[in-house]
């Protein structure tokens, strides 16, 4: 499809410089159509992608709903990917979108030195916050790293978090450690179906010290699929007046939450995993106001070291301690520097398509196909080949995580079960990944299997990965 012109070159339109975010390019108000102006001017992405989008799905409640949703990507289908934990795939008209502002930006070397607030306005829609406490974030990696380096912590201050953390939280904890003296203190998790929610808020209530000053955790864990029982941990949270963090980097896309209602203090998920937005991309939230009913704790300090919205001279007002912020903080942290206008326009058209869809339908689907697949491995494998919790609602999500051997004592063959994951690829057509990590009173660390089910499966594809590992593992021995 040739793209559109740019139809205005007034000096703003060239420099896609808007004081007033990112409402230059896209538009405000568009929100659906993708119409939008460069300070002002039409833009293309009033432009209707080709085939099947999301604005063109059947009703929900008929038998083809899913298929068309299924249809809305552009995965190759020659290979069964069940690996969204890692990356996922863009639907179609996000990629379009992408394409056709690359193109724009390209012909009309336009640039983007804004705080995107009406791409943050559509995000924080659909994430139950607002816009002055969303940024978007190059990846939750880059999210956990701006807000810990930006928390005013100093030696012999305490990080209270697991022993199933990722890098992404683990290197900006490291560095604070490193740089700062401030200490690290680890929780082991449990593993498998046998567990509650409360236990989380037990375990972590036990380990708390007069030091401590923050609460750290992925929900869900990578490792095994754990969605800790994030309401409940920042209530305790709360309790102890810690700052709570949540690694979410899972959340957006699969999970329908309302940030506000989960009473954290700040939030990283990924872009590009669930929420099938453009590569490069994460969402980053944090608290901006005092939340009488989710989260009345006063805001903490917070710092946004990597920026060039702050104020260069004069500072920022004190963070409200009412319910109305005191200035928009995600700004600052979205301005740095000149953006990518594509990307942003990617991001937005994913959000879109996700709440055309309804984030709530997309966590009753998504989360049912992995209650599918847990049901089909305790039939197979027994419920103890389980590492992610099956019978608590609270701590489930759409990531399992299994021990596909029939001998117990594979889980300590690391080498075996990614050979297992290869054969799969090559023999089955069918892409998922290893996991592996500690377990409390075992000495060496447990290896399995992750499989993630998506808006691009099926009850049919959960089935096949079951047969198929089941198969496999069963020549493996
Ligand atoms: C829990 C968790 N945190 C952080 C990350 C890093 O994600 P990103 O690539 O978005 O930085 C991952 C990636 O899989 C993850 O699972």
Not at 133 to 148: P, Y
Not at 178 to 185: H, L, P, S, W
Not at 357 to 373: A, P, T, W
Request: aromatic residues 6%; hydrophobic residues 40%; charged residues 25%.
């Amino acid at each position: 499809m040739a793209p559109q012109r740019l139809t205005t070159r007034t000096p703003a339109a060239r420099s896609g410089f808007s004081r007033r975010g990112f409402v230059g390019l896209l538009g405000a108000g568009a929100a659906t159509a993708g119409v939008g102006t460069v300070a002002g001017a039409p833009f293309a992405h009033a432009a209707a992608p080709e085939g099947l989008t999301a604005a063109r799905l059947p009703s929900p409640s008929s038998p083809g709903y899913w298929d068309a949703v299924e249809r809305l990507f552009m995965l190759d289908k020659d290979v069964l990917f069940m690996n969204v934990g890692t990356v996922g795939s863009p639907p179609r008209e996000v990629v379009e979108i992408v394409d056709r502002t690359h193109r724009e930006v390209a012909a009309g070397a336009i640039a983007a030195y804004s705080d995107f607030a009406d791409v943050r306005a559509v995000a924080a829609r659909g994430h139950g916050c607002d816009p002055d406490e969303l940024a978007v974030s190059h990846n939750t990696s880059d999210g956990m790293s701006k807000i810990l380096a930006g928390l005013a912590l100093k030696e012999g201050d305490e990080i209270l978090t697991t022993n199933h953390e990722h890098s992404g939280g683990n290197v900006p904890m490291a560095l604070l450690r490193d740089r700062y003296g401030v200490r690290i203190k680890r929780v082991a998790l449990p593993v498998g179906n046998d567990q509650r929610a409360e236990d989380y808020v037990e375990l972590f209530r036990g380990a708390i010290t007069s030091r401590t000053k923050v609460l750290l955790f992925s929900a869900p864990t990578y490792k095994t699929g754990t969605m800790l029982p994030i309401r409940m941990l920042a209530e305790l949270a709360q309790e102890h007046g810690l700052i709570s963090v949540v690694d979410g980097a899972h959340i957006p896309g699969m999970m329908a939450y309302d940030f506000h209602q989960l009473g954290v203090d700040f939030l990283a998920g990924a872009g590009a995993k669930w929420q099938c937005a453009p590569g490069g991309t994460g969402l980053l939230y944090l608290r901006n106001k005092v939340l009488d009913r989710y989260n009345p704790n006063p805001l903490p300090e917070f710092w946004p070291v990597v920026s060039s919205g702050y104020p260069s001279e004069g500072g920022v007002p004190p963070r409200t301690d009412g319910p109305k912020e005191s200035y928009d903080i995600a700004a600052q942290l979205q301005q740095v520097g000149n953006g990518s206008m594509a990307i942003m326009a990617g991001v937005r058209r994913a959000c879109e398509v996700w709440d055309r869809i309804g984030r709530e339908r997309i966590e009753k689907r998504v989360v049912g196909l992995s209650d599918h697949l847990k049901e089909l491995v305790a039939e197979r494998w027994g419920v103890k080949a389980l590492y992610s919790p099956k019978d608590d609602p609270r701590l489930t999500c759409a990531l399992t995580s299994f021990a596909p051997f029939r001998d117990a004592g594979d889980v300590y063959d690391g080498e075996k079960t990614t050979a297992l994951v290869e054969r799969l690829k090559d023999e089955h057509g069918i892409t998922i990944r290893t996991s592996d990590f500690p377990v409390a009173g075992s000495d060496r660390p447990h290896h399995v299997v992750r499989v993630s089910t998506h808006l691009f499966h099926q009850k049919k594809d959960v089935e096949r990965v079951v047969d198929a590992l089941w198969k496999l593992s069963g020549t493996m021995r």
